[in-house]
């Protein structure tokens, strides 16, 4: 109770938020982020608008788990996992990280809006962080013969990922990793990125659908500066300050994935029209924008 008190207090000599003020008082870090080229389930989610999602796959995340999931969209997480992710995370829940709450986007379904890529292309990887720290991003693919219909298994997974990194890059609120996508790979995949912190046993995890093959689509806008601006340098490895803000980045635009109606009804890569024009809708100015803000007394669960 002496604790709490000194939290307040310190709370209301700084001007915390009460959402910072639950975090110190409880000894727990807010969400941390998630991939948002390609873009992921969560992200996507959020960018359809939690309270009226467009596609049929976020529709029925929604009626499984409810809208606060889809708020809590960078919070896909396990706090004392350090590297055991095999170990901890059952078969079948991959993409919820095995935490209930995010149930809804382990839906085995091939109707996930998903972002059009091309097999060994380079392709410029962005995870929008919300809250940076050191850590290591393993980026995984499912092998041939993925079945999106079936509850995804690790063993679905190939076996080492086709790209590591270790501290990238910081621009503009996003990890910045350029890489290749996989080589040889056709048809709709499912990317799926583990965010192991080195400075804390915590880590994140992210499903993105992907169809290899189709028009490419462009990659991801930038987070806008004048939008949220952040405290780092551009292109310079991301150091953690000694007092972290974990709400001081809230707010960022990224790119929305958009099923588009293809043969008998089945969703196409995002951006893969009748033109096969590939294209991407940046979320900005007055659309909807991807934050960790708590839904409004109104909104249903």
Known sequence: MKSR???????AACCLTPLTITALATGTAQAHGTLSNPLSRTGTCRAENPENPTSAACKAAVAIGGTQPVYDW??????????????????????SAGRDKYKGFDQARADWPATAVSAGSTFNFLFRATSPHRGTFEFYVTRDGYDPTVPLKWSDLEPTPFLTQTDPPLDNGSFVMNGRMPTGKTGRHLIYV????????????????????????????RVNPATAPLAHVTGAPYIEPAAHNHESINEAPVAAAVPDAGPAGVPRAAGVGAAGAGALIILGGG?????????EAHARR
């Open 287 to 295: 659309a909807v924008l991807l934050t960790n803000r708590r839904r």
């Open 74 to 95: 960078n919070e896909v997480n396990l706090a004392d996992v350090a590297g055991r992710h095999r170990q901890v995370i059952p078969d079948g829940k991959l993409c």
């Open 5 to 11: 008190r000194k939290v307040a207090a310190f709370a």
């Open 194 to 221: 583990v965010y192991q912190r080195t400075d804390s046993p915590e880590a994140f995890y992210s499903c993105s659908d992907v169809v290899f093959g189709a028009a490419a689509a462009p990659a991801a806008a």
